[in-house]
């Protein structure tokens, strides 16, 4: 779940549980006071979001497979748990008629992180852990990939997630820190201007209505955090990409999460 500020930075690893495999999954991954169905905190609210964006997006490729004469090929799905807390679903379609492959997958997991690695992503808040021992955190996103079998059809992608850390074991005067992060872009193996031209209309049309300074911010990140340094060049055609996002206040940022998902 954690990925570099820049396409330059590495971030220390964090240490993941093995998962389990379940039969079928829960109705949310969340504990405590936080799995009631009426919780109106960020974690539920984005738990419930993704999941019916992983509901709505399946369900749509599916539509595109059954209209296209080519058989009722669906999603198959896994969902696991992991021992540290939480767990995630995986769908996946294969061998379409319109799509080679698809994934949708969420994910929303709890566990501990090293100190390092809470001051890699958070080195504004990080003077009150320099000593710290693993930092507690929860992550949850959203994740997909679509190969069209059509070469004239680009390749789609986006990630979507929201990161929370409590106080760190043996320091709890610290204080909880949350980001965002995420991007969508296009591929395509042939250029087709006005596919193109759409698609960044729809991101500028999305971020503009939070803040204008969004989509030139975030198209610059996408470019510079797909360059591909041996070739020279950059993968795909852009997007938009953001990491570590926390200048807005909490619900704006939600809430634009919420918009660009609904894309």
């Not at 020279?232 to 938009?240: A, Q, T």
């Amino acid at each position: 779940a954690l990925k570099s500020r820049s396409h330059t930075a590495r971030r220390p690893q964090v240490d993941m549980e093995r998962e389990t495999p379940e039969a079928a999954p829960p109705p949310t991954f969340l504990r405590g006071e936080e799995a009631s169905s009426g919780s109106s905190s960020a974690r539920a609210r984005f738990e419930r979001l993704i999941r019916r964006v992983q509901a709505e997006v399946c369900a749509a490729l599916e539509a595109v497979e059954e209209g296209s004469g080519g058989g009722g090929v669906v999603f198959r799905e896994d969902a696991w748990t992991r021992p540290g807390g939480g767990g995630g679903i995986s769908r996946v379609l294969q061998g379409g008629h319109v799509f080679e492959k698809a994934a949708v997958n969420v994910s929303v997991v709890y566990g501990v992180m090293p100190p390092d690695a809470y001051r890699a992503a958070r080195p504004d808040a990080a003077a009150g852990v320099e000593k710290a021992g693993p930092v507690p955190f929860f992550a949850a996103g959203v994740s997909s990939v679509i190969h069209p079998n059509n070469p004239f059809a680009p390749t789609l992608h986006f990630n979507y997630r929201y990161f929370e850390t409590e106080a760190p074991q043996d320091a709890p005067g610290a204080p909880r820190q949350w980001w965002f992060g995420g991007g969508t872009d296009l591929t395509p193996s042939y250029i087709i201007e006005e596919d193109i031209k759409h698609f960044h209309s729809v991101q500028k049309q999305a971020c503009d209505k939070f803040d204008p300074t969004f989509y030139p911010r975030f198209k610059k990140w996408c470019d510079d955090y797909f360059h591909i340094k041996h070739r020279g060049e950059r993968r795909g055609v852009g997007g938009i990409f953001f990491d570590d996002l926390n200048d807005h206040d909490q619900e704006t940022l939600l809430d634009f999460a919420t918009g660009i998902k609904k894309l």
